[in-house]
């Protein structure tokens, strides 16, 4: 009982049980209740008709009674199943004639409307065994051959052995509601049981791939079949195991590139102090400036890892307000130090405005000038931007002397990913500025991207008015 499938065949096929059940039962009812009216209407046409062959014979047997010629003539009158009786005053038998009386002994008195008839005669077919009272009603008043009074009736009798009509007609349709609703069962549980199997087996497909999952095989996938709701669950399912799977492969790149990120300039510091304290130098200033050089590098390292994870835990907190765009662009020039450098050149719209956080866009801009300054030579030109759009106010960071490819251009955003192959700290910085960039804007529900041409490179960041 706890497999699911278990369960949903016994719901379903115990619900369409009891429907068959109910539709069989409803119909053995309704023949019932049809035949019995059936039977209503020719006890009616019957008794007009034995009243109209009453009416007959009495007239034939009328102060002849009880001849034997005279019944012989009675008996061509009555039907295949239909017996005569004739009584005296007294309720006594005087003869009986017809179906099952053609010989032997019977007796029967009639009192009071009922007659009762104990019989065991030699009929045709066989013996007759009969034991009943039946409402003959008040029968037909006739003068006897010695001018007693008498009364006839006519009755119908029943057939030899217990095999009723009725009875057999009943038993029939019994049988056959029977065999059908047993059958249309069948086939409900059977029916049942492949939409179960077709429901569960997905379910259980996504079952056993969520246990691998867990266990770690982050490639799992799980077939997904149609469009209903466990197709979409299956499609959520593998979703969720391809973002799992790229943040497993994004953990351990990060790894990967801080252990290397971190491995050169602790080597470098390493070396510079193990220098200073075998005492090979004799002026230890020189080194310890590289050393406090070499740790500059990795604080600045640090606190940028430090933003990114905040940026990628969704853990940063976000002051929106309508900023003036030349104000943050001007602020930030000075910051990186670019305002006296003669390679800037700045074209602003000193109206536009957008929605955003004024020390995080900045950040933006600080560090998209930072990439270009470290990137442009000194006889190039780097150029900040704006324009705008009905619904976008646009940042863009120019520089000559640089390119990058398809590829470059698609990466450029990942965290510790550089154009240099050689991933020199001196050209490329820490690789976590542009990663930064690109988290800080869509959190602000911009959207930020990069291209390349025969003049340079350019970095624009687009933001709401």
């Known amino acids: 009982m706890r497999s699911l499938q278990t369960r949903l065949l016994l719901a379903v096929g115990l619900l369409a049980v009891a429907a068959v059940a109910a539709v069989a039962f409803s119909a053995r ?53 239909q017996a005569v009786f004739v009584f005296d005053a007294a309720g006594t038998l005087r003869v009986a004639a017809g179906a099952g009386i053609a010989a032997g002994s019977i007796f029967a008195s009639y009192q009071s409307g009922l007659l009762n008839i104990n019989s065991h005669a030699t009929a045709s077919g066989g013996q007759l065994e009969m034991s009943f009272t039946i409402k003959g009603g008040p029968g037909k008043r006739i003068h006897l051959a010695d001018r007693a009074d008498g009364t006839v ?32 069962a069948l086939v409900a549980l059977l029916i049942t049981g492949a ?20 266990a770690g095989q982050l490639s799992r996938r799980v077939e997904v079949r149609g469009s209903d709701e466990v197709a979409e669950l299956a499609r959520g399912f593998n979703h969720m195991a391809s973002e799992l799977e790229r943040q497993e492969s994004l953990r351990r790149d990060l790894v990967h590139d801080v252990a290397h990120e971190l491995r050169t300039p602790l080597t470098a510091l390493r070396c510079r102090v ?9 002026d230890p200033k020189p080194a310890l400036r590289q050393v406090n050089e070499d740790v500059e590098h990795l604080s600045q390292l640090v606190s940028d890892l430090e ?28 910051v990186a130090g670019l305002d006296e450098d003669a390679r800037v050149q700045l074209r602003f719209d000193d109206s536009l405005m957008a929605r955003a956080d004024a020390v995080r866009l900045r950040q ?39 390119a990058l490819t398809p590829d470059e251009l698609a990466r450029v955003f990942d965290r510790f990913y550089r154009a240099d192959p050689a991933r020199q700290r001196a050209t490329g910085g820490s690789g976590l500025g542009l990663a930064i960039v690109r988290h800080l804007v869509e959190a602000q529900r911009g959207r930020v991207w990069a291209t390349s041409d025969a003049t340079g490179v350019t970095f624009s960041v687009a933001l709401p008015r």
């Open 307 to 334: 933003d990114l994870a905040r940026a990628e835990a969704r853990e940063l907190t976000f002051t929106i307000a309508d900023v003036r765009i030349a104000d943050v662009c001007v602020s930030a020039v000075r």
């Open 195 to 214: 939409i179960a199997r077709r429901i569960i087996r997905p379910i259980a497909e996504l079952r056993n791939a969520t246990r691998d999952l867990a």
């Open 274 to 282: 193990e220098t200073v304290l075998d005492g090979m130098v004799d």
């Open 153 to 184: 009736l006519i009755v119908s009798m029943p057939p030899p052995g217990n095999d009723q009509p009725a009875a057999q007609f009943l038993g029939s349709v019994d049988r056959r509601l029977l065999i059908v609703t047993s059958a249309i």
């Open 364 to 402: 933006i801009v600080l560090n998209l000038l930072t990439n270009a300054d470290r990137h442009t030579p000194v006889d190039g030109v780097i150029t900040l931007s704006t324009s705008a759009s009905a619904a976008e106010a646009v940042i863009s960071v120019h520089n000559t002397g640089s």
């Open 29 to 81: 009812e309704s023949t019932r209740l049809e035949f019995r009216r059936f039977q209503e209407v020719q006890k009616v046409r019957a008794t007009g008709d034995v009243e109209a062959t009453l009416d007959r014979v009495a007239s034939t047997l009328d102060g002849k009674c009880c001849a034997d010629d005279v019944m012989a003539s009675v008996l061509p009158q009555l039907a295949a199943e």
